[in-house]
């Protein structure tokens, strides 16, 4: 008894037919990657619409963040004002001390005038500080409230 296989056409045949995958896999395959394909260009258009609307989400913010800016700005410009206005005060008490120093007679008097004109600065000066620190305070809380708004 031989062991061999005959080789005919028969059995070319079957080995072809069971080796060889058929045409209908390779279209199923390709039509399952096909439709992957299309959902992640689905998917891709629906994140970028996403990305898109985030985007203008934080341009708003921003605009809404400049706006509070601008209201700060306005604020420091007040409060440079004020400034300006105690500088003038300053400004004009130091005038008035010099007049009334020049029409003192006594060393007496030109010390309880200048004791008197420092003790009105010095409240001037921790009204202004107070005022000042009330202000920045106020910026501060507005910042913060930005910020937490911003969240």
């Known amino acids: 008894m031989s062991d061999k296989l ?3 056409k028969e059995t070319i045949d079957i080995l072809v037919a069971n080796i060889i995958p058929t045409t209908k896999y390779f279209e199923t395959r390709f039509d ?3 439709h992957q394909i299309e959902e992640i260009k689905t998917s ?3 994140f970028k619409r996403d990305i898109e609307k985030r985007f203008e989400e934080v341009d708003r913010r921003f605009e809404q963040i400049d706006e509070r800016f601008k209201q700060i700005d306005k604020r420091f410009e007040q409060v440079d004002k004020r400034f300006e206005q105690i500088d003038k005060r300053f400004e004009e008490n ?3 001390k010099d ?3 020049n029409e003192l007679a006594t060393k007496e008097d030109l010390m309880l005038v200048e004791e008197r004109l420092r003790g009105e600065m010095k409240a001037m000066e921790e009204r202004i500080l107070r005022y000042a620190d009330n202000k920045f305070n106020q910026i501060k809380i507005l910042i913060i409230i930005e910020m937490l708004l911003s969240l």
Do not use: C, D, G, R
């Open 6 to 8: 005959e080789v005919n």
């Open 99 to 101: 007049e009334l120093k």
């Open 44 to 46: 891709q258009i629906e």
């Open 94 to 96: 130091k005038i008035l």
């Open 32 to 34: 399952f990657l096909q």
